[in-house]
């Protein structure tokens, strides 16, 4: 299983920011994705996951009806659009293959993309 998260970088509170995330090495239609975020000094924290199709989607309560979750099952590839961006999103963001909310859950991760809002 191999993920590149690519799409972060600095911006002003306010500001928007689109993730990308391609995946390859299994079949990505298949399962739902997630997207992650650490901020500086705190534990990795579960953002927002979709389902196989895109359909349905979740959000943490402090990014809900700012982020917005989609998947191209085409193009093996999981987006995060991020508006009204806050200094307290900063963060590196992560994709994953979905296997619950708990970071634990998860063995490893790819490297992830540096999101930075100024205020």
């Known amino acids: 299983i191999h993920v590149a998260e690519s799409g972060g970088g600095l911006v002003q509170a306010g500001g928007s920011l689109r993730l990308s995330c391609v995946t390859s090495g299994f079949t990505f239609s298949s399962y739902p994705m997630a997207w992650f975020r650490r901020a500086p000094g705190k534990e990795r924290e579960w953002v927002s996951h979709t389902d196989r199709d895109g359909i349905a989607a979740y959000y943490a309560d402090s990014v809900k009806g700012r982020f917005t979750i989609s998947r191209d099952n085409v193009r093996n590839t999981l987006f995060l659009q991020m508006n009204s961006l806050k200094p307290e999103d900063t963060a590196v963001y992560y994709c994953?293959?979905?296997?619950?909310?708990?970071?634990?859950?998860?063995?490893?991760w790819g490297q992830g993309t540096q999101v930075t809002v100024s205020s």
């Open positions: 994953a293959r979905f296997v619950g909310r708990t970071p634990a859950n998860y063995g490893s």
